[in-house]
């Protein structure tokens, strides 16, 4: 029987039962699926992934937790006809809405847009539950049944508390007079933040845009003759847009979210599970060399990610369950102090051409998130193609200024080179 409280992190992710919070994952496939073969793709990921058969009770105790529901629902399949080739953008923003509260529902979905030749295909998972690389995960997991729904899976247990991941030689008593002190600091700070009603008001949207190969394969070729990561381009470009387009209001900072499996092997890149670890980066003050400040980007990502306890901060942050929701008011309510949540997937391993059909192309991941800065870049690789997403509110940063911004990174990556 599953039954775990949710960790800190899932606990931001989910805010609260009535805000949605969903990552959305899109494949684009040409061919022809029986429907029969969904139904029994779904049923087996479901019977493997132990988070797709519990449920978020929110009321019973102090603190919400998941709890395997014995009567669960299979996954459900929304179909819908397929009309443009935008339709998968429509879908998502639909989708972002979407609450899972039905306690005899599981916590995903999947939409099929469905036409006569080509298709487009939806992962919708609240992000309590997944990261980056669960999406890509399931999507591979599904695509592979769908074109053989024979092949088995095999199911893995859900580790009971954070603490099945601590290091042997981990000093409970040491760590939690250390916990005690972060969060008492972590009370005082937020009762000295002045309680702000700033909400965002207006509605999230997507700018999407894909790199052609021969572009993308310059930007990897020169970023690797440079000594710089595309990641560090990434970041040093859309800084510097940022920078040019906001002035004075642009923060000169970036939120990287890193996959939690590099340092905790335990989690393994098949298992559904939601934490990323994040590493804070920054411009060099006062140069507006791109390639210079990916330089030190580069060499700051690699020197904090080596210092990253992951297992620790996983533990740390359970520690502070008492200011959770104090957080969660916080991020919706505070600017932050970065310009955007930049997370470039790299390149994503999912096979293109199966016996019954070809994956066309996939899109970056989207997710529309509560806070008032709600600005998340996602980049991936598919097909020899970068693809991004770049979402945000209307009220925090219009839509008009984020294709700005996004024009000005695109040209400021591709000139650097």
């Known amino acids: 029987m599953i ?9 931001i992710m989910y805010v609260d039962p009535e805000t949605p919070v969903n990552c959305l994952f899109t494949t684009k496939i040409k061919g022809n699926i029986p429907e029969e073969n969904f139904k029994t793709a779904l049923e087996k990921i479901q019977q493997k992934h132990p988070l797709l058969r519990t449920r978020i009770d929110n009321s019973s105790e102090k603190y919400p937790f998941f709890i395997e529901e014995k009567e669960i629902e299979p996954i459900p399949l929304r179909i819908v006809e397929r009309k443009t080739d935008d339709d998968w953008l429509q879908e998502s923003e639909t989708e972002w809405k979407r609450i899972f509260k039905d306690p005899k529902k599981p916590l995903a979905q999947l939409v099929w847009i469905k036409g006569n030749d080509v298709s487009e295909i939806l992962w919708v998972l609240p992000h309590c539950i997944c990261d980056g690389t669960s999406l890509i995960n399931l999507m591979k997991e599904l ?16 580790f009971s508390s954070v603490d099945d991941f601590l290091p042997l030689d981990f000093n409970m008593k040491k760590q939690k007079r250390k916990a005690r002190f972060y969060l008492m600091m972590g009370r005082l700070f937020f009762l000295m933040q002045r309680k702000s009603k700033i909400r965002n008001l207006g509605s999230n949207y997507v700018v999407h845009w894909k790199l052609n190969s021969a572009t993308t394969a310059q930007i990897t070729e020169k970023s690797k003759a440079h000594g710089v990561s595309v990641h560090a381009l990434l970041c040093s470009s859309f800084m510097q847009a940022f920078q040019e387009i906001q002035g004075k209001q642009a923060k000169g900072k970036v939120i990287s979210p890193v996959d939690v499996r590099h340092f905790i092997p335990e989690i393994r890149q098949d298992h559904v599970f939601a934490f990323a670890p994040t590493v ?28 990253m306890e992951a297992r620790e901060l996983l533990w740390m942050g359970e520690q502070m369950h008492p200011v959770a929701e104090r957080m969660v008011s916080m991020m919706k309510s505070s600017k932050g102090g970065h310009d955007v949540t930049l997370s470039n997937m790299g390149r ?7 016996k019954n059909f070809k994956v066309e192309t996939v899109f970056s991941p989207t997710v529309a998130f509560p806070w008032l800065n709600s600005n998340t870049l996602v980049a991936t690789t598919y097909n020899q193609q970068m693809d991004f997403t770049l979402m945000s509110n209307e009220h925090f940063l219009p839509k008009e200024e984020a294709v700005k911004i996004k024009d000005k990174a695109i040209e400021l990556l591709i000139s650097s080179l």
């Not at 039954?3 to 606990?11: G, H, I, K, Q, S």
Request: without cysteine; hydrophobic residues 35%; glycine residues 4%.
């Open 3 to 11: 039954r775990r409280n949710l960790m800190m992190v899932e606990r």
């Open 143 to 158: 695509l592979g049944l769908l074109d053989d729904p024979s092949f088995e899976m095999d199911p893995y247990y859900l």
């Open 280 to 307: 804070e980066l920054s411009l060099k003050k006062g140069s507006t060399d791109v390639l210079e400040n990916a330089r030190q980007i580069k060499k700051d990502l690699v020197e904090k990610i080596e210092k």
């Open 348 to 354: 994503i391993n999912i096979p293109s051409d199966y």
